[in-house]
């Protein structure tokens, strides 16, 4: 071999030992196997509410259970709002987010004509999960705030 040759294989052996292999999957692995607390942001796409309340309510995905209610502001940053749920999670079981805004800052969730609202499921096991304002996919969660 050439000296050029040998340096491409020593070059192309240690850009393949850093790029982790299989030990960057099993980190990976570990870390969504490990219990978390779920953090929701909303990302600049919910700007638009700065000044508004934001309310959340984890909830066990197979009963319904509530596990926790949050709130903070809207913001004018990205992301406009975060919010972190007290429990520890199981990584190995499904949650169901519901989230408000209180568009006319009564402090009650109305109508969704009135209170942008939203439900959905985190990806399992995932400890940050981003939400993007979109008025079209609004659901009726008031009955999880009272």
């Known amino acids: 071999m050439t000296g050029r040759a ?3 294989t020593i070059a192309a052996a240690l850009s393949l030992a850093a790029c982790g292999g299989d030990e960057v999957s099993s980190t990976e692995d570990a870390r969504s196997a490990a ?3 779920l953090t929701v942001r909303g990302d600049g796409t919910f700007q638009a509410f700065a000044g508004d309340a934001v309310r959340a309510a984890l909830h ?3 009963d319904n ?3 926790d209610l ?4 809207v ?3 990205n992301p406009a709002f975060s919010v972190t749920f007290a429990p520890t999670l199981d990584p190995a079981t499904q949650y169901h987010l519901h989230y408000w805004i209180d568009v006319d800052g009564d402090g009650v969730c109305d109508s ?3 209170d942008e609202q939203w439900a959905v499921d985190p990806p399992l096991g995932q400890a940050t999960f981003e939400v993007t304002h979109r008025a079209s996919d609004v659901s009726d969660v008031c009955g999880s705030f009272h």
Do not use: E, H, I, M
């Open 65 to 67: 259970q509530r596990l």
């Open 6 to 8: 040998v340096f491409l």
């Open 60 to 62: 066990l995905k197979a």
């Open 112 to 114: 969704p004509d009135v």
């Open 35 to 37: 219990p978390y607390q």
């Open 70 to 73: 949050t709130q903070t502001t």
């Open 75 to 77: 913001g004018a940053s």
